[in-house]
Nanobody, 124 residues
């Protein structure tokens, strides 16, 4: 079992930045691929970014590429999402998730554990 707790969400103006954190506890954090997803009202949960166990490989949704950066600190059992140049369409609840597999999956169903989410609101 892995417990995930997100933090760092809030209200920001368009063009601003936020840094989300996801703290993990339970089983060894470093064995999991970690992903960030988001869900806006009335929409399905969508992939944002993913980082491999070692942190050496990452993948991003086209909509955030060049603006968001995913990173992890295995010593602190934490994964981060640095979000720059935020847009109103980035408004959503952001979730971190853990995948025990080996790939860089963007598929929600591949992830075994989820946090409770943190709200990000970008005003225009």
């Amino acid at each position: 079992q892995v417990q995930l707790v997100e933090s760092g969400g809030g209200l920001v103006q368009a063009g601003g930045s936020l840094r989300l954190s996801c703290a993990a506890s339970g089983r060894t954090f470093s064995i999991y691929t970690m992903g960030w997803f988001r869900q806006a009202p009335g929409k399905e949960r969508e992939f944002v970014a993913v980082i491999r166990r070692s942190g050496g490989n990452t993948r991003y949704a086209d909509s955030v590429k060049g603006r968001f950066t995913i990173s992890r600190d295995n010593a602190k059992n934490t994964v981060y999402l640095q979000m720059n140049s935020l847009k109103p369409e980035d408004t959503a609840v952001y979730y971190c998730a853990a995948d025990g597999g080996f790939g860089l999956s963007s598929d929600v169903s591949q992830y075994d554990y989820w946090g409770q989410g943190t709200q990000v609101t970008v005003s225009s």
